[in-house]
């Protein structure tokens, strides 16, 4: 089951060739696959994310402390 739900926007765009140049995020599952579609993505990965996108401090508030 995966729950999703729209929290607020981010600051700036988090597109593939920022995660893929990003080094916390190399073996994120996104870039193995050619496909996108629903994947796992851990806690790390989802911090880096949110800083990319919104700036440091942001990732426990979006994704909750539950994971």
Do not use: C, Y
């Not at 073996?27 to 996108?36: A, E, H, K, N, V």
């Not at 796992?40 to 994704?63: C, F, M, N, S, Y």
Request: hydrophobic share 40%.
């Amino acid at each position: 089951r995966v729950d999703i739900r729209h929290v607020r926007a981010f600051r700036r765009e988090v597109t593939r060739a920022l995660v893929k140049n990003h080094p916390a995020l190399a073996g994120m599952m996104l870039l193995q696959r050619s496909r996108l579609s629903i994947q796992p993505v851990t806690r790390e990965e989802w911090d880096v994310i949110v800083d990319l996108g919104d700036g440091a401090g942001q990732a426990k508030h979006v994704l909750g402390e539950g994971r």
